[in-house]
């Protein structure tokens, strides 16, 4: 599918709750370990082919990137690239890297690595070109023309045109920098292997269960202060209540209003921590196919779906139906960008003037609920009913849930 309209962008207010303070010193002190509750298993341990959030969780513990974003200073800052100058207006990038890191197998970071790691994404001809790795070449693809290594600590971008924002792209997971030796030792399984330069390395990860991390003790930064960080995967919201409270665990993240409520009534035993995500819930539509490749047609789509109905069944007291498809908390966002108007009968209007009669759509679904889409079905079927409402018939599939969709 690709992108058409909106449907509504989900700026979701996840809730994070941990054990209470009282639990802990009031300085923190090095030891210990921290159990967290997730919704499904990790599904790999590659940044580059990771694409659901309880694989980005663990990934983020374990790589790292050429920059940062500084939630203090609200700016890009260096993080093992120690500067970078930009030339050819915008076209050339050079990173200048801190020297002395090493992945978690004792091979070096070096320029060689960093080329290594978007070659595997971008380059078809590459030796260990990964096809899986999906969302570096949808960031990277049109942007980067090509990445060499200047000498051992610098590398240099070249890009097909200048692009402001690539600098932010740099702080994304497809721009995580991977060991070589580790991805060629391991071939197709690296991504049950991994080897980063993160705070933190791989110790177990049982299939379809917890994933065990360890103090990476060699690590160039500042030391984790745990011994140890588990993801344990609760599927069921109460469940994970249950073993937050129990001290089965000491955090967790719930998504839907019963989950957070129930956390709430342990108030006295729990922190609650309120976080916005950047999760966007949108309808993508088809624009190759007729009858969705006529500009009225999508526009009687969208008179058609009442968001704020939407909203209120599936997404309640944690999201805001958006104008774009950037959410509030990012650079780029527009407060005052104008959109249609929930409008059934213009959208039959439309209809009319495009010469379609009582088309049939098929609206393509996962199996499983996230965080941004709770109740697949019952979303479906909102949207079947909403569209029925101006004489167009929807035909609900339910795909496998892959890791992307």
């Known amino acids: 599918m690709t992108n058409g309209c909106k449907l509504c962008a989900i700026f979701i207010a996840g809730m994070l709750f941990s054990l209470g303070q009282a639990s802990y010193a009031v300085q923190p002190t090095h030891g210990g370990s921290f159990s967290f509750g997730t919704s499904l298993p990790v599904a790999t341990l590659d940044p580059h082919q990771a694409l659901d959030r309880e694989s980005l969780q ?20 260096p993080h093992f690239a120690t500067s970078w100058e930009v030339k050819e207006q915008g076209k050339e990038w050079i990173f200048h890297l801190k020297e002395g890191i090493k992945f978690h197998d004792g091979a070096p970071l070096n320029a060689e690595a960093v080329v290594f790691s978007f070659e595997r994404q971008l380059n078809p001809n590459h030796p260990y070109y990964e096809e899986k790795c999906f969302y570096g070449r949808y960031l990277f693809g ?3 023309d090509k990445v060499r290594a200047v000498d051992e600590y610098t590398v240099r971008f070249t890009l097909k045109i200048p692009y402001a924002p690539f600098i932010y792209a740099l702080i994304s997971p497809a721009a995580m920098i991977v060991s070589p030796k580790a991805v060629k030792a391991w071939g197709e399984n690296f991504y049950r292997h991994p080897a ?30 745990l011994d140890n960080l588990v993801f344990r995967p609760i599927g069921e ?20 209003v019963a989950g957070i409520k129930s956390g709430v009534e342990f108030a006295d035993r729990v922190k609650l921590m309120e976080v916005p995500h950047l ?18 047609v999508r526009e009687a789509v969208y008179r058609a779906l009442n968001k704020e109905k939407l909203l209120e069944m599936f997404y309640p007291e944690k999201a805001t139906v958006a104008r774009d498809l950037i959410p509030p908390t990012l650079w780029g966002y527009n407060p005052d960008v104008s959109e249609y108007e929930f409008d059934p009968g213009r959208a039959k209007e ?22 941004y889409l709770p109740d697949p079905e019952g979303i479906a079927e909102q949207i079947r009913e909403d569209l029925a409402g ?11 849930w892959t890791g992307r969709f």
């Open 196 to 225: 980063g330069t993160g705070p933190f390395k791989l110790l177990s990860w049982k299939k379809e269960s917890e994933v065990v991390l360890g103090r990476y003790e060699d690590y160039w930064g500042e030391k984790a202060y």
């Open 390 to 400: 101006v004489e167009i018939d929807v035909e609900i599939i339910t795909l496998y």
């Open 237 to 256: 919201e109460h469940l994970r209540v249950q073993a937050l409270t129990k001290g089965e665990i000491e955090g967790a993240q719930l998504e839907d």
């Open 58 to 77: 663990v990934c983020g513990n374990l790589y790292e990137t050429l920059v940062e974003f500084s939630s203090e200073e609200s700016k890009i800052v």
């Open 350 to 371: 439309l209809l009319e003037e495009a010469k379609v009669e009582k088309p049939t759509l098929s609206l393509l679904i996962p199996d499983s609920p996230d965080s």
């Open 142 to 144: 049109e942007i980067i």
């Open 279 to 296: 999760d966007v819930v949108y309808l993508a539509l088809n624009m190759r196919k007729d009858p969705l490749n006529r500009l009225k």
